[in-house]
Structure formats: C-alpha cells, structure tokens
C-alpha cells in the first residue's frame, strides 16, 4: 500500500466511524416502536423470540468476520469479565422489553441516557477515577432531569415497576462499563451474544406459548437481528475508529430519535413534564461528552469488537 493510499484510509476511517456510530444509535432508537407494533401480549415471548433472533445475528456477524475458528477463539478468550458482561447483557435486553410493555418509551430511552454519567459516578467509588466539575455538573442536571419524569410519570398513573426496571437498565450498564474499563481486553461482540442467548434461555420458562404468528415473526426478526445485533454489530464496528467522547456524543441521537419515532408511529407523545426533564438530561448528555472531546483526541483502541 502506498503513503498516499494509507493517509487516504486514515482519513476515511474517522468519518466511516462516524456513519456506523451514527447508524447504531438510529436501528437501536425504534426498538420501543417496533415492540408496540408486534401483536401478542406475552413479553417473556417477546424476549425470547428478539434475544434469540439478536443472538443468532451476531453469531453469524461473528462467523463471517472472524470465521469459525476467530469466533471460538473469542468465545473462549472471555474469561470471567466476558461472561459477567454477558450477565449485565442479558439483564438489560430483559428489563428493556419489560419496561417497555410497562410504561412510555419516552421514560425507558431517557433512563438509559444517564448511562455514561452513572457510570462516572461508580468508577469514582470503584475505581478512583476523578470525576470534573463538567462531570459532576451534568450528573446533578440528570437527577433533575429523571426527577422531573419520574414525577410526570406517577401522576398520570404510571407504572412504578416499568420505572424501577427502567431504571435498572443504567445502573447494570454502568456496571458493565466500570468492568471494561478495569479489564479493557473484553470484546464485547461475543459477550453480547451470549447474553443474547442467556436471556432467551432464561425467558424461556416463562413463556405461556411459542405459536406466533407471521406478521409477528417478522417484527420479532426486526426487534432482535435489526434493532439489537445489528446496532450492536455497527457500534464495535464504529466506535473503535473514533474518540470514546465522540461515540457517547452521537449515540445521544438514540434518546433524540426514539420518542419521535413513537409520536410519529404511534402518537405516543411524552407528557410537557416528561419533555422538560427530558431536555435537561439531553442537555447534560451532550454538555458531557464535548467537555471530554478535548481531553481524547485519538480514536478508541480496538477491543470492543
């Protein structure tokens, strides 16, 4: 390969990860559209069948990728961080159909934007990583923010178990982030694919009946291959090409792009008070991460994938 052929790919790089980052944030931004489209009532049902469909989707991610003996290879290279990753995963994807069937998507997507500062908040107790003003301020203004929807939410009747598993969702990936950054080696492609049949597994007894029919198969195809792997499958792709504050930056577009897919799908549209404590937790999200962009010029070593 020529100089002038490599300063080309480098300059590409940055912008395709870009478009692949960007991308994740908008197939993981209709996942609540999608479920509210799918017809049975059963959401253990509706967790196998996406789990499954996501898990086998990144299996064949892998497969293609890596072929056969890269993916056992990274299977086996796990470790016990890899498959506490996994646990996390699985947890997440069951907490989010849950939650969904439980209360607006709105409340669900807004929950999950606090993840990055959650997460600041536990490596400081965890891991003794400093926490600046820029941190501390955007922590307080999402508490404010959740604050204000959590409130909205209970006075129009909303249900308090779709929050607290909503709010679960946060806290269990800001574990999982505190654990990638003490053993940076996890990829994160396998783990999630494992979680994805952890979850599938553990959702299996409990479903009332595996019948389904084939509209909803095929919206069931969508929420676990094209919503969960394949988001998955373009963030690893993507977020190794670019600043970790750039990522966190332009997967806000998900929190931003979810509740519009619901008012234009669905009519679902988030109450005035949902609205205000969501602007201010948006706020904070993309005052956080360009606080950061400065101090992280170069792109993400490559151990996501």
């Not at 790919?9 to 999608?34: D, H, K, N």
């Not at 929050?163 to 990936?173: K, S, T």
């Amino acid at each position: 390969m020529t100089a002038s052929s490599s300063s080309s790919l480098s300059a590409v790089r940055p912008w395709l990860g870009i478009a692949l980052v960007l991308g994740s944030a908008t197939a993981w931004s209709y996942g609540g559209a999608i479920q509210r489209f799918i017809g049975m009532t059963d959401s253990w049902a509706i967790v196998f069948w996406r789990c499954l469909f996501g898990g086998l989707f990144l299996l064949s991610f892998m497969l293609i990728r890596d072929k056969a003996s890269g993916t056992a290879k990274l299977f086996r290279a796990m470790g016990w961080p890899g498959l506490m990753i996994a646990t996390g995963f699985a947890a997440v994807s069951t907490c989010f159909v849950l939650a969904v069937s439980m209360t607006p998507v709105a409340n669900v997507v807004l929950f999950m934007a606090a993840i990055p500062l959650f997460a600041a908040l536990l490596a400081r107790v965890l891991l003794g990583e400093p926490i600046t003003a820029i941190t501390w301020g955007a922590i307080g203004a999402v508490l404010v923010g959740v604050a204000i929807m959590v409130a909205a939410s209970i006075g129009e009747g909303g249900s308090l178990l779709g929050l607290g598993l909503a709010a679960l969702i946060p806290v269990i990936f800001a574990c999982m982030t505190v654990l990638t950054r003490r053993h940076p080696g996890i990829r994160m492609t396998p783990a999630a694919c494992l979680g994805c049949f952890v979850a599938s597994a553990i959702a299996a007894p409990m479903v009332g009946g595996f019948a389904v029919g084939l509209p909803d198969l095929a919206l069931l195809f969508a929420f676990g291959a094209l919503n969960l792997g394949l988001g998955m499958a373009m963030y690893v792709t993507g977020a190794r090409m670019i600043p970790s504050a750039l990522a966190a930056l332009l997967g806000t577009a998900e929190m931003i792009l979810a509740p519009v897919w619901m008012v234009l799908l669905h009519d679902e549209v988030p109450s005035a008070r949902t609205m205000i404590g969501g602007s201010i937790v948006l706020a904070a999200l993309f005052t956080y991460p360009i606080g950061h962009m400065r101090r992280e010029p170069g792109p993400r070593v490559p151990s996501a994938s």
